[in-house]
């Protein structure tokens, strides 16, 4: 039989590239925690209805992109091809509105979607999102923009732009709406057929078309900006200005109507050019109406979500490896040595300390190699004349220095240790150091 391999769209996540996911990982956390955003964690599938009603029928996602299925329930079920409804979804089921005040939740995991196979694009693919529930204020539309661009700027991307439009309410979109269908009609003949089938069902989707001729023929389309009723661009006019406020520079794009029918209001989406070719690195916007259609109370929200794939290849262009966790890397080789430098390994984890164990049983010199390469602090060298003494000897990796130690010290010694491993750049894992 041949070789089973990942399914087209699919891919593996191996252990050098995991050190940046945890890396991003670890400063996304920080600077949600620090905007006090609370983590949310939804299911990966969900009943189909929930992503039709939320996301809209009309749509590229829901028509052709989603991951659906009978289960054995006779129940049409969808793997979640984006995670803001889901996170509405548990947002009425267990009344997190009853909680009062405003709500900000954050979640980061796989989404799906069948679409052709690119670089940065996979059909599963992994989101980080922000979402906020409960505020009209349009200080909410500008703070999630800026915990955004800080994320993205704290992760090292230094060429950003941001783009925002207003989508308007629904009833100035119905306004707008009957003057594309008019616009667009006297092109029906060269718009692509995508955008030819959204000429009755979705107009505003054809803005977002990516076929060059449709994309030609929309820049001449009328502009949402100009049947915005006076709310509805009072809103905007403030948003514009509460990032000016933050010193976050800004581009309206009146095209920019983002890919989904929930959105309201507020438009934005954050492009890099760290690689030369641009890339969005994330989108997002205001979603007043959804809480409601999704059969919870009127509940103003905006929020955003970052592809993490296109995400990663920016940072893997800017970036080197990120450091080793490795505090101790452990040599040994005897009968007697080899039990001994297992406990001792043991031991030195309960202290706190990052320790890999040479279990290879190969000679001394190719461990020392191993111990070398493996990017560790110090190295540990256990044979079976120090498993006689009761002595271990270590070697600071990067300085050369040497020196023999009872084994019966090295609890006294650890406190130093801690401080050595955090001059030469390790990340003791001590308890005491998290605390």
Same mark, same amino acid.
């Given at each position: ?287 007043? %109406?959804?809480? =409601?259609? $999704?059969?919870?109370? *009127?509940?103003? &929200? ?5 592809? /993490?794939?296109? !995400? ?62 493996? %990017?560790?602090? =110090?190295? $540990?060298?256990?044979? *079976?004349?120090? &498993? ?5 000897? /270590?070697?600071? !990796? ?38």
């Amino acid at each position: 039989m041949g070789m089973i391999q990942a399914l087209r769209g699919t891919r593996d996540i191996l252990p050098e590239e995991v050190a940046y996911w945890q890396w991003m990982e670890a400063i996304a956390r920080d600077r949600l925690n620090r905007a006090a955003f609370r983590e949310i964690r939804t299911p990966i599938f969900e009943q189909t209805d929930l992503f039709e009603r939320g996301i809209g029928e009309a749509t590229d996602v829901v028509g052709k992109e989603m991951y659906t299925f009978v289960d054995r329930g006779d129940r049409s079920i969808t793997l979640r091809p984006e995670n803001t409804a889901g996170v509405v979804r548990a947002y009425i089921e267990h009344s997190l509105f009853a909680q009062g005040g405003v709500q900000r939740l954050w979640y980061c995991g796989p989404m799906f979607r069948y679409e052709r196979p690119q670089a940065g694009r996979q059909r599963q693919f992994h989101q980080l999102g922000a979402e906020v529930f409960g505020s009209r204020d349009p200080r909410a539309d500008a703070e999630v923009i800026a915990v955004a661009i800080d994320l993205l700027q704290t992760l090292g991307l230094k060429t950003l732009r941001l783009s925002v439009n207003s989508v308007g309410t629904l009833s100035d979109r119905q306004h707008y709406r009957s003057a594309l269908v008019d616009y667009f009609t006297q092109y029906q003949d060269e718009l692509d057929a995508d955008s030819r089938d959204r000429l009755a069902r979705n107009p505003l989707r054809i803005l977002d078309s990516k076929d060059e001729r449709t994309q030609t023929i929309s820049q001449a389309a009328p502009s949402i900006l100009d049947y915005l009723a006076d709310d509805s661009k009072h809103h905007f006019e403030q948003v514009q200005q509460y990032l000016n406020d933050l010193g976050i520079v800004h581009t309206i794009d009146p095209r920019l109507v983002r890919g989904l029918d929930y959105y309201t209001h507020t438009a934005f989406e954050v492009i890099s050019d760290d690689l030369g070719a641009q890339s969005t690195v994330c989108g997002g916007g205001r979603y007043d %109406g959804l809480v =409601a259609q $999704l059969g919870g109370q *009127d509940t103003a &929200a905006v929020g955003w979500a970052m592809g /993490l794939e296109r !995400l990663m290849i920016l940072l893997q262009g800017l970036h080197s490896t990120p450091a080793t966790d490795l505090d101790f890397y452990l040599v040994s080789k005897g009968d007697r040595a080899e039990p001994q430098a297992l406990k001792l390994a043991h031991q030195l984890r309960q202290l706190g300390f990052s320790v890999e164990l040479d279990l290879s049983g190969s000679a001394f010199g190719k461990q020392l190699k191993r111990a070398d390469r493996s %990017g560790a602090i =110090a190295c $540990l060298v256990l044979g *079976d004349a120090e &498993a006689d003494q009761q002595q271990v000897n /270590l070697k600071w !990796l990067k300085t050369g220095t040497q020196e023999s130690i009872a084994q019966s010290d090295i609890p006294t010694l650890a406190d130093s240790w801690r401080q050595e491993v955090g001059r030469q750049g390790g990340r003791v894992k001590a308890e005491d150091e998290a605390r």
